[in-house]
């Protein structure tokens, strides 16, 4: 006879749906935000390719750091779970900062303040979410 297996809750589907919402916001980012900074901020589009290139260069770096403080992580929760929760909260406030640009900035502040948001998201939040949620599968079996 066959033994049925385990089955989720509403509440563990909601849980897993919802740790797909930064990822989900990177694509759109990577997609749409180019054309967000040029058209709707006013940056020139080869600063804002420079500004991603950049950008890339550091999230390489931020990659091993992450992983460094997963691996390190000791809780009573685990190494990678207590990472997804306590950047729940920063990883959202910090997608809104990347569109709240002052828009009575010179260029160069919008320059600095898009870099600066941009790599919180990208570069530091999403990073540690990320290497987080890759660790979960292979510490939970």
Avoid: C
């Avoid at 006013?42 to 600063?47: D, E, F, Q, Y």
């Avoid at 260069?57 to 691996?71: E, H, M, S």
């Avoid at 990347?98 to 502040?109: A, T, Y």
């Amino acid at each position: 006879m066959m033994e049925k297996g385990y089955q989720l809750t509403f509440r563990e589907r909601l849980g897993y749906g919802l740790g797909e919402l930064p990822g989900a916001a990177n694509s759109i980012l990577a997609a749409f935000l180019t054309m967000f900074y040029t058209d709707s901020v006013g940056m020139a589009a080869g600063v804002v390719g420079t500004m991603f290139f950049i950008s890339k260069l550091l999230d390489g770096i931020t990659d091993l750091i992450a992983g460094t403080l997963v691996d390190k992580t000791k809780t009573k929760w685990g190494k990678a779970r207590p990472w997804l929760l306590w950047m729940a909260i920063p990883i959202g406030l910090s997608l809104a900062l990347i569109f709240w640009i002052p828009q009575d900035g010179s260029n160069m502040e919008k320059l600095v303040y898009a870099f600066v948001t941009y790599n919180l998201f990208t570069s530091i939040l999403y990073t540690i979410v990320g290497v987080a949620k890759a660790a979960l599968m292979p510490l939970m079996t």
